[in-house]
Structure formats: structure tokens, C-alpha cells
């Protein structure tokens, strides 16, 4: 659920080190190798994608699913040589109605693979053992765990014993095993976190299971260039804070963000700025509010898409969620550009600010209507407004 982007693009990036050409399908569109290529939410689009793939002769396809398209029986129509399951969070819950259901729609994906198929899948997750029980017996199981999703529930074929974070990626050194030797014993990413380490866990086993030189697929990860909007940097120094954009909104991904820009600010502050969409439950909220309360030093409350929904509330119920997790202060900046404004103008150097919530996107939803907006380009704009005021000081 948090990481299935970023993992496609780190397998894709595996196949391309390795010489093989890689039609890569995500939430940030369709490339086939560097090449970005048309993008339609049609069925008719994603078919003249891959006919389009198949004529320059691409022979692999790195998809990302949706829980929603699987229930639809997407993975018993497209029948996957490989399946990579991340992890299972609240994100998408309130679409399926149940917990069973949800997990149920994930399933299909690993229920449909053919005999001698490969699932990997997250040893630290409880999730997975679920899906282990419903996955063919034909089919090959391999096992990732990093010990930021918790402690491992069973034995992993590929193992992070320390994960190393610093501005300019991550550093994942691996438990001793067969898969780890192949991979040099060791992986390292331009993605900042530890959610990143995770998924360039579960890409190098998907690379290898596909039967990948060990050597191109950890060569592969290490250059695969950060996802937009995915803890993506935008200024770091001396003098400067740490300013990040992040996709996190969803109450594990921004645990896992505030988590992420705390070790980062190491004594000095993390200030967050996020809010929620439109038509999340209450306890949905709360538990968004908390993660950020219990995770960042200061929290300013905004709008993210609103939709239909009042804003007002949606602040409302997040600030109830951020008072439970006791730790962060709180503003409430309805307006988004406001707001990063004011989490810039109150960092100090060596402090980290993270804008949450809607990452690559370059629109806002107020009510029915999408007007142009986008977090990249108003924090780049806050920055060069501070960076002119301390100037003129």
C-alpha cells in the first residue's frame, strides 16, 4: 500500500541495469525505459501501451495495481509472472468496506500467479502471512523484513541488519545470506527513509527472482532517481533547513515520514505541514493527526484536497488526532501556500520541514473544481522568498 511507486521504479531501474528494456505502468505514469510515452486512465490506453512496448520489443512490464482494480479481477485477466506485496495500511480501507475485503482484493494478485511464479513478500508484515495462506501452493514464496515495519514473524531470505539515512539517499547493509552475497552485502538508494530501504528490500529479491545478475540490480537501485514527491529534497545545507515534498497521507506513511525527518533533524526541530483529503472517516483523521503529533516537533494544519468537505472539520478532526499524540505544537493555515510560507519562515538551519500529503500532484480539488497548485513549486517559492529576506537582512 505505502512504497508500490517507488518499488516499481526500483525494479524497473533493476531490468534497465541488467540490459533489459522495462515498460514501467505507475501513479506517475507509463515510460518504457527513460522514455515517457502516453498516458490514459482508459483500459484502451493501458493495451496501446503495451502493444506499443511489444512492437519496440520490450519483453518486460513492471505494473503498479491498485487494491481496487485487483478486486475487479484485473489479476485474473493479466496473469503476473511476479508479484510484490509492500505492506497493508489504512490507506484505501473506506473503498472495500472491510478489513477482509481490503486484504481479500490484495490477494488476488498472488492468488492468480501461475505454477512456478515468484511472490515476495514482507516477513515483518502480518499481513503477508495471510497471503501466504492463500497463495498457490505452486508458487515460490521469498521473503523480505527491515525492522522499521517491526519485528520479523518469520525467517527472510533478505534481511536489513542497519539501515543508514543521510540527506543524499539510504544505506541498507544485509543480514548474511545467499541473496545478500549476490548483492554485494549490501544496498543503497537516493530515496531518503526507512519505508525506501523496504522497498529496495523487496525490488533486489523481485530482481533476483527474475534471475538478474546480482550485480545490476544493486547497481540498478543505487541509480534509480528519487520518485517525485517521495521525500524528495529540495534544499539542504549549512545554513539552510532540510526542505522535503512527500506523498505520505495516510496514517502509517506519515508516521514513517516524521520518523524519517526526525533522524534527519537529529537535535534540532521537525516541522511538518499537512492536512487530509475530503471524505475521510473521523478515525481515519485521528489517527493521521496523532502519527504527526507523536512524530514532529511542530504541526501546521492545512488544506489538502478538500473536495466537497469542509475544511474547517477536516482541520478539526486532525488537530483531535494531533492533541493524542502529545508532542507537537499546532497551527492551523487553512490556506496551502500560506502554510508552507509559515513553516519556512519559522525554520531555522539544521531544522527539517516536510510538506505532506500531496507530493507530485499539480492540482488542488476544492469542491468539484481543480485549480493548479503544486507543493514542489510553493516551497521552492517560500525558500527563495527566505533566502531574499535574510539577503536584505
Not at 486484504?103 to 501461475?114: D, I, N, P, T, V
Not at 512524530?295 to 501546521?300: K, Q, S
Not at 473544481?369 to 522568498?385: G, H, W
Request: charged content about 20%.
Amino acid at each position: 500500500t505505502n512504497g508500490k511507486t517507488s518499488s516499481v521504479w526500483m525494479i524497473a531501474a533493476a531490468l534497465r541495469a541488467a540490459s533489459r528494456s522495462a515498460l514501467r505502468i505507475s501513479t506517475l505514469g507509463v515510460a518504457l525505459d527513460d522514455e515517457p510515452m502516453p498516458r490514459g486512465k482508459r483500459y484502451a490506453d493501458f493495451l496501446a501501451a503495451l502493444a506499443e512496448a511489444d512492437h519496440r520489443g520490450c519483453r518486460h512490464a513492471v505494473i503498479e495495481t491498485t487494491s481496487l482494480a485487483l478486486a475487479r479481477g484485473y489479476a485474473r485477466q493479466w496473469r503476473f509472472d511476479l508479484g510484490v506485496f509492500t505492506n497493508l495500511s489504512v490507506d484505501h480501507f473506506g473503498s472495500h468496506g472491510s478489513w477482509e475485503h481490503y486484504l481479500a482484493a490484495k490477494a488476488q494478485l498472488f492468488m492468480h500467479l501461475g505454477p512456478g511464479r515468484t511472490a515476495v513478500l514482507n516477513a515483518a508484515d502480518p499481513h503477508a502471512l495471510f497471503l501466504d495462506q492463500a497463495v498457490p501452493a505452486d508458487v515460490q514464496r521469498r521473503w523480505f523484513a527491515a525492522p522499521g515495519r517491526g519485528p520479523r514473524l518469520r525467517p527472510a531470505d533478505l534481511e536489513a541488519a542497519s539501515i543508514e539515512l543521510g540527506p543524499a539517499g539510504t544505506r541498507v547493509q544485509l543480514v548474511p545470506s545467499p541473496a545478500a552475497e549476490a548483492l554485494g552485502g549490501s544496498l543503497s538508494t537516493r530515496m531518503i527513509g526507512e519505508v525506501f530501504a523496504e522497498n529496495a528490500l523487496a525490488a533486489a529479491l523481485a530482481g533476483l527472482a527474475m534471475g538478474l545478475p546480482g550485480e545490476a540490480v544493486a547497481r540498478g537501485i543505487a541509480a534509480c532517481p528519487v520518485v517525485p514527491g517521495r521525500f524528495e529534497v529540495l534544499a539542504h545545507g549549512d545554513e539552510l533547513p532540510t526542505v522535503a515534498v512527500d506523498y505520505a497521507h495516510s496514517p502509517d506513511a506519515l508516521k514513517r515520514t516524521c520518523d524519517t525527518a526526525r533522524r534527519l533533524a537529529g537535535a534540532r526541530r521537525t516541522i511538518v505541514v499537512f492536512g487530509a483529503g475530503g471524505g475521510g472517516t473521523a478515525d481515519k483523521l485521528r489517527e493521521m493527526g496523532a502519527a504527526v503529533g507523536a512524530g514532529a516537533d511542530l504541526a501546521i494544519v492545512t488544506s489538502d484536497n478538500p473536495r466537497e468537505d469542509d475544511p474547517a472539520r477536516i482541520a478539526a478532526a486532525l488537530i483531535d488526532g494531533l492533541r493524542a499524540g502529545q508532542r507537537a505544537t499546532c497551527e492551523v493555515v487553512l490556506d496551502r501556500t500560506g502554510a508552507i510560507d509559515r513553516a519556512l519562515a519559522l525554520a531555522g538551519a539544521g531544522d527539517v520541514v516536510v510538506v505532506a500529503g500531496k507530493g507530485h500532484e499539480q492540482g488542488q480539488v476544492i469542491g468539484r473544481a481543480s485549480t493548479p497548485f503544486s507543493d514542489v513549486d510553493a516551497a521552492r517559492r517560500a525558500l527563495a522568498k527566505r533566502a531574499g529576506e535574510v539577503k536584505d537582512s
